[in-house]
């Protein structure tokens, strides 16, 4: 929710290439773990972004901490009331991840999508 949490690693912009796939890696690995997931909508023509915001209600037994550092062994997390920042590492580049905890799918998607 704006790409400023982390402070240990330089973190940089997703391009949408790397956003997408971003996307469904932590769509695919926290799904495994019994954690659902949805994501906020995109201004249709934004091409970069400073973090990717997922939406997740934790429906596993294991805290959502534990598994974010089995599923992705992150160097920092933050966290932030119901966000959870880490930083993901792809291809030896380092990209914010926020996790958003909601108890609403729609009402979430509604209030968060399409920042700016």
Do not use: W
């Amino acid at each position: 929710m704006g790409g400023n949490a982390i402070k240990t690693v330089e973190v940089v912009r997703f391009d949408m290439d790397t956003f997408n796939k971003t996307k469904k890696i932590v769509k695919e690995l926290l799904e495994e773990e019994g954690v659902s997931v949805d994501f906020v909508y995109e201004l249709p023509d934004k091409r970069d972004f400073g973090d990717l915001d997922v939406l997740y209600q934790n429906k596993s037994d294991k805290h959502i901490i534990d598994i974010l550092k089995d599923k992705f062994d992150p160097v920092e997390y933050h966290v932030n009331g119901e966000v959870l920042s880490f930083a993901y590492k792809l291809d030896d580049k380092y990209y914010q991840v926020d996790l958003v905890e909601t108890r609403n799918f729609d009402c979430y998607k509604f209030y968060l999508s399409y920042g700016d």
